[in-house]
């Protein structure tokens, strides 16, 4: 339960250090910033997840996934990434 505290935390942290910098962004700006791709994934039907491919990470969404969802899904894979990359936030 500490470290997923921590890690909520941690993200947290970088948000407040993106929007200090950039001001109030979307999870797709962030994405961006991050430089992590998003793409429509056509074997995926539902739902989201984070993967690598050529060692960049790349947040693949399900084709049925709405347009009005792709923002909470975005988040949700970012979040997830930063709590397992904590060195990233480092640079921030």
Not at 6 to 21: L, Q
Request: hydrophobic share 40%; proline share 4%.
């Amino acid at each position: 339960m500490r470290k997923k505290e921590t890690g909520v935390r941690a993200v947290d942290e970088i948000r407040e250090r993106i929007r200090k910098r950039f001001g109030d962004i979307s999870p797709a700006e962030m994405a961006e910033i991050l430089k992590i791709d998003v793409k429509k994934n056509i074997h995926m039907e539902g739902g989201s997840k984070l993967a690598f491919i050529d060692v960049s990470p790349v947040i693949l969404i399900g084709y049925r996934v709405s347009l009005l969802q792709y923002p909470k899904c975005i988040a949700k894979e970012i979040k997830q990434y930063l709590s397992d990359h904590p060195s990233i936030m480092e640079s921030w």
